[in-house]
């Protein structure tokens, strides 16, 4: 047990310190080819952010352990909202006036909706990856013609004011993009063979190491970039981490690994975590929209998200002891 656990702690290290150079990269990169602030962060950031959940779904998928691919997913997007956002919210309430993450809190409701539809028969088949994929590559389009309007958006500005802050040559900048990329893929080769080897030492299945774990795991980048937004004031940036990742997750990430393998999906994913994370997203819409001005997340409602958080945890921490 001492291998797999090295493995898996010294994985995570390594994943969110190249999701980190990754994500730099990434974004310095599209600023060198005159990618828009706006589109840098609502595309290249967000996917980003989710690469690791990305590569450590997919390798999962390839290798037969579809409660890992599945548990990372679903578990990252509850992660996100519970954890990373209460977390935020209760350290500096967030007030969102991006008409653009207005617009994406009813397409997460129903991209969550397609994905609770998609596990009720009790599996992700090849035909409902692809219609994730097909989902994802519209989104990506009306994203991308959205951004390329060039209208005046707050995530545009604070995104511009990032970068403003320094932006690493182009050579550089490629270079971290390359070696993010390739020590991601290393990184969650060692989490992903770690997790399944304590998983099957303690008798417990790959979902539930999946859903703690791994999820938490590969949600860091988006919880130190969220953390670090809201201190600076960039309340759309923290929150636009959050969207674009679960998007990205439900959408692509889910999509891969059910492109490369079918996945199982046991009663338990529709009935408690799908639940869990539909309630969560629909939270998210009634405290984030702002019906009536620029939306907001108190220290009261980030604290209620912490609680539902650590409740479902603790739920599922009974299936570990």
Known sequence: MTLPLLALVSGLALLVWSADRFVEGSAATARHLGMPPLLIGMV???????APEMVVSALAAWQGNPG??????YGSNITNIALILGLTALIKPIVVHSAVLRRELPILIGVTALAAWQTGDGTISRGDASMLLGVFVGLMVWT???????????LGGEMERELAAGVPPLRRAIFWLAVGLA??????????WGAVEIAHGLGIGDLVIGLTVVAVGTSLPELASSLVAARKGEHDIALGNILGSNLFNTLAVVGIAGA??????GPEVFHRDMMVMGVLTL???????????????????????????IGYTWHLMRFLF
Do not use: H
Not at 44 to 50: A, H, K, L, M, N
Not at 68 to 73: E, S, V
Not at 144 to 154: F, S
């Open 44 to 50: 290249i950031v967000g996917f980003g952010t989710s």
């Open 68 to 73: 890992i691919a599945l548990g990372n997913a």
């Open 144 to 154: 991308l013609w959205q951004g390329m309007k060039k209208k005046a958006d707050t």
């Open 183 to 192: 020590l991601l893929i290393v990184s969650s080769r060692l989490l992903v």
């Open 260 to 265: 490369i393998r079918p996945l199982a999906a």
């Open 283 to 309: 939270s998210l819409f009634l405290f984030g929209y702002g019906f009536r001005g620029p939306g907001r997340i108190n220290r009261v409602e980030g604290s209620v998200l912490l609680l539902c958080y």
